[in-house]
């Protein structure tokens, strides 16, 4: 059976710790900036740095962009700070690169260079291009439908915590797609964390699962035997929404 839910994987870009930038001071000034809310000062003091070369602060500087703050949002301008660092081999804006070829985000959509650019940050073990390349093959979007390249991809994804490709395994197996059925093995990743079950009191069930949609609760009655009910509720809501935005 084929995937039950279509989504796109995009990735969110964030202010992280910056890496030694070639001017130390100003980087750390930046990241405070932004942790207080005053995008203005963390663009002011980046755009130096990035213009200098310093491919922390061009991904920083992207994401500003990206998500509009501190300045217009502005995916042409992201576009060129991201494809800057992905240049210098960042993973980080490889894999934002390729996928705003894949929304079609300040460059024509481009499924083939999308392909490019996650297969190069995915080389480098960046988990959200491993599980964004199991998206594109399992939908055969840049290349030939695969499932089971999919399911290598979601694999190693899922190995370092990725709860997206966790939930896309726990589906594959599930459903049977590309793959002998196997309730035993989709619940084994269905609950590996984030995604996990927990009990919010003595006769329901908190289902809150950590996926690229955000947090999501599905309250079940906690009985034996229930375990495919939550599940089923969980497919079928992710068929009737539109679903998008990682992890």
């Known amino acids: 059976m084929k995937l039950a839910f279509k989504h796109t994987f995009v990735a969110i870009p964030v202010m992280l710790s910056l890496a030694t930038p070639v001017a130390a001071g100003s980087g750390q000034d930046a990241v405070a900036a932004y942790a207080r809310g005053d995008y203005a000062a963390a663009l ?146 269905y609950r590996r964390p984030p995604i996990r079950a927990t009990a919010t009191h003595s006769s329901t069930l908190g289902l809150c699962i950590k996926t690229a949609w955000g947090y999501r609760k599905i309250m079940c009655r906690r009985t034996c035997g229930s375990t495919w009910q939550r599940w089923r509720a969980i497919e079928e809501q992710q068929k009737t929404e539109t679903l998008s935005r990682p992890l």
Do not use: C, H, S
């Open 44 to 189: 002011r003091l980046l755009r130096p740095l990035a213009d200098q070369g310093d491919a922390q602060a061009q991904y920083n500087l992207g994401a500003l962009y990206d998500n509009g703050q501190g300045v217009p949002q502005n995916y042409a301008e992201a576009m060129k700070w991201y494809r800057k660092a992905a240049d210098q081999g960042d993973d980080r804006d490889q894999n934002n690169l390729a996928t705003m070829y894949v929304k079609g985000q300040g460059v024509p959509q481009n499924y083939a260079e999308a392909m490019k650019w996650y297969r190069k940050a995915a080389d480098q073990g960046n988990a959200r291009a491993e599980q964004n390349l199991g998206f594109m093959y399992a939908n055969g979007q840049g290349v030939p439908k695969d499932d089971a390249e999919a399911m290598r991809w979601y694999r190693q994804a899922a190995d370092q915590g990725a709860a997206p490709a966790q939930y896309a395994l726990g589906l594959i197996y599930r459903q049977g797609t590309g793959v002998p059925q196997n309730n035993a093995e989709a619940v084994r990743w």
